[in-house]
């Protein structure tokens, strides 16, 4: 059983020493209790529990930490990648709720499995989550100020279970600032991905993401016989054809673990019951 997880990009945060802290802190306590779950829980369950305590820490732009858009209101977008049954389901843009991932994991069950702002909205009411406002007042000072969000990242968690099976979920506020109506990579294959062989969740520019496929670039390669090592390599060449910015995580079905970015540097997390690496 392995679980890794990230939290955005250290170029992106409040660099202060109490900042780096708390994330060290908040990654190793989330890292260890998402290994504990996973002991009895499967890999795609785990991935959704990991990314709903990622998405109820202000520290990270995703859920109640999330970044404002230009017009001032907050959209969210979230996903997840069964790696056995490969079905993705996810949420484009919604608002005011308080766990995406949680109304992602809700439409797994649904023949419509990506839904966008409004129509995942009701879907959300419909199903009882909660309105639930994820401002923060430190988020609308910086918007008041025109300044970029700082001390956050776009969360994301692989996880392989007890039985061999992997899955990925990837969650973000999005960019901040950008226009209304943008789509981010995370709730797209580019940026979550799983099958039986590998998955990976990615964080960075989304467009950037987008144009590279990233993730999805990564798991096939895994697929078609590249070791993972050698999937990131080639992959994140790729990213350089346009300077692309992007990290990604991932785990394969060997238990194998990797992480890189293309600038300096990811936040992640990596746990195997045994051994605990971190970076933020
Ligand atoms: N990938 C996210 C986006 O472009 C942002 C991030 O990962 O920080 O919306």
New binding site residues.
């Given amino acids: 059983m392995k679980i890794i997880i990230h939290g ?2 250290f170029s ?1 945060s409040d660099q202060s020493a109490e900042t780096k802290i708390a994330k060290q802190n908040s990654l190793q306590s989330i890292a260890k209790k998402s290994f504990e779950f996973l002991q009895n829980h499967t890999a795609t369950e785990t991935v959704v529990y990991t990314v709903s305590l990622l998405e109820d820490d202000e520290l990270y ?1 995703a859920g109640i930490g999330s970044q404002i858009q230009s017009d001032g209101k907050i959209r969210m ?1 979230a996903a997840i990648m069964n790696g056995e049954t490969e079905k993705f389901s996810g949420v484009i843009n919604i608002q005011n709720v308080k766990n995406p991932i949680l109304v992602a994991e809700k439409l797994m069950q649904e023949d419509d499995r990506v839904l966008g702002s409004e129509g995942a909205k009701k879907f959300a009411d419909e199903n009882n989550f909660e309105d639930f406002s994820t401002e923060l007042p430190v988020r609308r000072k910086e918007y008041e100020a025109k300044k970029k969000a700082l001390g ?3 969360v994301g968690c692989v996880a392989l279970d007890a039985e061999g099976k992997l899955a990925a979920a ?1 969650s ?4 901040g600032f ?1 226009l209304v109506g ?5 709730a797209t294959v580019a ?1 979550n991905f799983a099958n039986n062989f590998c998955g990976v969740s ?8 987008v144009s590279n496929a990233t993730a999805t670039k990564i798991v096939t390669r895994v697929t078609d016989g590249f070791s993972l090592k050698d999937a990131f390599k080639k992959t994140f060449e790729e990213l350089k054809v346009y300077d692309g910015f ?2 990604a995580i991932a785990i394969d079905k060997s238990g194998n673990i990797f992480h890189q970015d293309s600038h300096p540097t990811m936040v992640f997390a990596s746990y195997d019951g045994e051994s605990f690496e971190c970076f933020a």
């Fill in positions: 955005g990009f992106e732009n977008s956050t990242g776009t990837t973000t506020g999005g960019k950008e943008r789509i981010s990579d995370s940026g990615c964080t960075g520019v989304g467009e950037d993401i992007a990290g």
